[in-house]
């Protein structure tokens, strides 16, 4: 590296001064001459603003800006207009018990609106009677519909003119098996196209599969009103009935993985017949009259067509949702 000495102060050396002492030493602290940079205060006694004193002049000359130390006005002198928007005014007002005891009221109120309304169009009252069951019905009713040739007493016990809950009945219906069974299906879907490297977004399933469960409530509902059909049957009772069938699908599919085409159609064969059997035995206590003279000999026979219409549409859809897999 070259350096120019011809510049260079021989002798003393030269002090570097800080530009804050004003390009003087301050005669209240003594200096070395042989020190550099040596450090002074910065405020020369006075109070910093953000961590400079650097006067206009000189901070013009080096570079910096100065800038002014921002204030805020306190709310006891500013006007009432003012102090009402403040943050300070907005705590103070939310923490009074007054306005808590208020806002406690509406937000219940609003809460209870809203389930009303949302009660208006879905029954969760009703849902809660489907859903109530334990892991003892869960197995008795999956024997049930796997193997109901066996079962001779069909009725549903009530109490107080209410049916029992699903997990003291077995004969009741319930949605917790049809909604865990739909959710199955669509999975061994998934794992039986992917064993033949046929790829289907598990959303198309669905789609495809509620799509189906849609219509068939639609067909039954639509034939209820046509036949003149005042039954004890509710949406979700169709439903449930809708449901039950993938349990039969699942049992196809899983067979289809270890035998085959020649399981899959055995095992839908058996499950179909049983669901069909199922549904039959079951309806038949919901849908036909007992000890009413006022149903005649015409409208018996078009419930026996409705009940022979939904035991005779599972096996078809059963097929329907599982054919294009194997």
């Known amino acids: 590296m070259n350096y120019n000495h011809s510049s260079a102060r021989r002798g003393r050396p030269k002090r570097i001064l800080d530009p804050s002492a004003g390009l003087s030493t301050p005669t209240s602290i003594p200096q070395n001459p042989y020190m550099y940079n040596q450090q002074v205060p910065m405020n020369n006694g006075m109070m910093p603003e953000y961590g400079f004193n650097i006067p206009q002049q000189q901070a013009s000359s ?30 103070q007002l939310l923490a009074e018990p007054v306005v808590t005891n208020v806002a406690m009221q509406y937000g219940n109120a609003l809460m209870g609106y809203g389930s009303q309304t949302f009660e208006k169009y879905v029954p969760v009252t009703a849902l809660k009677y489907y859903f109530a069951v334990d892991t003892n019905y869960v197995l ?90 005042e039954t004890s049957l509710s949406t979700l009772d169709l439903l449930a009935y809708c449901g039950y069938k993938y349990v039969g699908i699942n049992a196809a599919l899983l067979a289809s993985l270890v035998f085959r085409t020649f399981g899959y159609y055995m095992t839908l064969l058996y499950c179909s017949i049983s669901l069909a059997f199922f549904v039959t035995r079951s309806l038949k206590l919901r849908v036909l009259p007992r000890n009413d003279s006022s149903y005649t000999a015409s409208g018996n026979k078009r419930r026996i067509y409705f009940i022979f219409f939904v035991a005779g549409a599972q096996p078809v859809l059963m097929w329907c949702l599982s054919h294009s897999m194997i």
Do not use: C
């Open 62 to 91: 080096y570079g910096f800006r100065s800038v002014p130390m921002q204030t805020y006005p306190s709310t006891e002198t500013m006007p009432p207009s003012e102090q009402y928007s403040t943050p300070q005014f907005t705590t």
């Open 140 to 229: 008795t009713k999956l024997s049930l519909l796997l193997f109901p040739f066996s079962q001779k007493d069909w009725s549903v016990r009530y109490e107080q003119d209410i049916p029992l809950q699903p997990r003291f009945e077995k004969n009741a219906l319930d949605m917790y098996i049809p909604t865990m069974a739909f959710v199955t299906y669509i999975v061994i879907a998934a794992l039986v196209l992917g064993i033949q490297d046929r790829f289907t977004p598990l959303s198309t399933l669905a789609s495809s599969a509620l799509a189906w469960n849609i219509v068939e409530i639609v067909v039954q509902l639509i034939s209820l009103y046509v036949m003149h059909l």
